[in-house]
């Protein structure tokens, strides 16, 4: 234990020389573009890390191995208005990093995906003897960006670059029938492509599946996507059961079920109304009420600014764009959204519930809404962890995974109860 905690020392002076030297450099960088270019760039070694101390501690310490019985080594308590929250660590699945989701393979427990490891599971999944004009790609925070199960069958959305040494883009992948079941036309080559936004939601739809396709830049050849009906890009897609089966229309095929998104990385259905989360610049994160046809605005219209600090100024009519149902600001990084276990749904109905998950924000949220889809009280429990993914773990119960830390199972205790009439 004194070992690991002098380590601890000194990987806290060594941040904190790292940072002070960011520091100098960020404030002689000059364009906007070298600007981007550095948050970008920061951001993803921050995650990285993070992810290396925790793995590092966990080797010091004797940390759990992979696949042994379901239990917790650590627990974190945090009160709530109405109840208590209790993450309790769950060693089986080792460290994390960014997580892309979780596959139910009939274990003891669902199997965890993560996104850098993309290379370990294309070959695993011997897709690349079956797409052979490009290879999947970890560049500026792309990898696996989405892996869900859906009719029993395993799909995954990845970011992808053509051969020889070509354009980036992202591809719908059917790892079950070993086959691409949708490819997103080459991206222009601009400097500041972060596939981090490259959104990723999905929920089951009638007949298929809606599934969010972010503009991975703010460059305006990349944001601009958005607003093209032409372009899957910034858009919410609809992709019928047989195309996702492999057995439908051409891979290049899409409808577009809504436009104009940034990044959103969380889709659900509530009380039969479909609610998104969406990433804005520097503010102006959302949570929007998701109707077919309806346009939500990116790049023309934002709360939000630029990230060198520009108020983002509307373009055009803001009348035709759908205002969000609420905005977050400053910026909190909503990743994941879900309907409320059954005990906060019943405590708090007949509004209905949701969870959503953040990682700039490094909280939970509990958000209420009414019958007129108005946001009314968005509760904020601060758990100092970046929370990306939710995971169904057995006997109903429910996980969250974590950039760094490791998976959680969140369990709520003490729910307050209305009296018996």
């Keep these: 234990m004194k070992r690991l905690s002098s380590l601890r020392r000194r990987a806290l002076i060594g941040v904190l020389l790292l940072g002070g030297a960011l520091a100098g450099f960020l404030m002689g960088l000059r364009s906007a573009t070298q600007k981007d270019f550095a948050y970008y760039g920061i951001k993803e070694l921050k995650i990285a890390a993070v992810h290396q101390w925790v793995t590092l501690r966990e080797k010091l310490s004797g940390g759990a191995p992979q696949g042994q019985a379901l239990q917790s080594d650590e627990i974190k308590v945090f009160t709530a208005n109405d109840f208590s929250l209790e993450l309790l660590h769950l060693p089986a699945y080792g460290s994390t990093e960014k997580t892309a989701g979780f596959i139910d393979e009939g274990g003891a427990l669902p199997v965890k995906i993560e996104q850098n490891d993309v290379d370990v599971h294309w070959a695993h999944w011997q897709l690349g003897s079956v797409i052979t004009d490009a290879k999947p790609s970890t560049f500026r925070g792309g990898g696996i960006k989405q892996v ?13 670059q053509a051969l020889p040494e070509g354009c980036r883009f992202a591809s719908l992948v059917n790892v079950t029938a070993r086959r691409e079941v949708f490819r997103a036309p080459c991206l222009p080559p601009v400097d500041e492509i972060d596939f981090s936004a490259i959104g990723g939601g999905w929920v089951a739809d009638e007949g298929g599946i809606l599934m969010s396709l972010g503009t991975p830049s703010d460059d305006l050849r990349i944001a601009g996507l958005a607003q093209d009906p032409a372009s899957p890009y910034g858009k919410v897609l609809f992709f019928p059961d047989a195309q996702l089966r492999g057995e439908g229309p051409a891979r290049e095929t899409f409808v577009v079920h809504s436009s104009g998104h940034r ?12 609610y998104a989360t969406d990433h804005g610049p520097k503010g102006g994160d959302e949570i929007n009420l998701l109707q077919r046809g309806h346009n939500y605005g990116w790049p023309l219209y934002s709360l939000g600014s630029t990230y060198q600090g520009q108020p983002h100024e509307p373009m055009g009519d803001p009348a035709r764009f759908d205002e969000p149902l609420f905005s977050f600001i400053p910026a909190v990084a909503p990743s994941d959204i879900l309907a409320c276990p059954s005990t906060l749904a019943e405590r708090y109905a007949p509004l209905q519930c949701v969870l959503i998950t953040s990682l700039r924000g490094m909280s939970l949220f509990v958000g209420l809404i009414d019958d007129q889809h108005r946001v009314v009280s968005l509760e904020r429990l601060s758990v100092d962890m970046r929370l990306r993914e939710f995971v169904a773990l057995p006997g109903e119960r429910l996980g969250v995974s974590t950039d760094g830390y490791g ?15």
């Design 148 to 160: 869900f199960r859906y009719q029993g069958q395993t799909l995954a959305l990845v970011s992808m």
């Design 263 to 274: 990044n959103p990385q969380g889709l659900v259905r509530v009380g039969g109304a479909l």
């Design 407 to 421: 998976v959680f199972e969140i369990k709520l205790a003490d729910v307050a109860r209305r009296p018996a009439s």
